[in-house]
């Protein structure tokens, strides 16, 4: 019922900041959670943000609370992802992701997940 495709990333230098985004398709985007992951190579997909379907309920990992921003607009059926003070270890691919489940640390089968986008983050 959702497709997702993000975009925004890119070779950044540590400290610096880029912007995510997800551009959703489907009738029901509202009625979806919207999440982050990231995998890094040689690494597991870990759970990096995510947002109830009304935007105000979010929740973040340790390792980038304080530093990231998820947002979403359900009338643009858009979910971004703002990251500031990037840092080495922040280099992966994102993944965008949908869900009917909350909390949203983990995927289920019934939902949806984009193609991916890479971040680089050079020091």
């Known amino acids: 019922q959702v497709q997702l495709v993000e975009s925004g990333g890119g070779l950044v230098q540590a400290g610096g900041s880029l912007r995510l985004s997800c551009a959703a398709s489907g009738r029901t985007f509202d009625r979806y959670a919207m999440g982050w992951f990231r995998q890094a190579p040689g690494k597991e997909r870990e759970f990096v943000a995510a947002?109830?379907?009304?935007?105000?309920?979010?929740d973040y990992a340790d390792s980038v609370k304080g530093r990231f921003t998820i947002s979403r607009d359900n009338v643009r059926k858009r979910v971004y992802l703002q990251m500031n003070s990037l840092k080495p270890e922040d280099t992966a691919v994102y993944y965008c992701?949908?869900?009917?489940?909350?909390?949203?640390?983990?995927?289920?089968?019934?939902?949806?997940w984009g193609q991916g986008t890479q971040v680089t983050v050079s020091s």
């Open positions: 947002i109830r379907t009304n935007g105000r309920n979010t």
């Open positions: 992701a949908a869900s009917t489940t909350w909390p949203m640390v983990v995927v289920p089968a019934s939902g949806y």
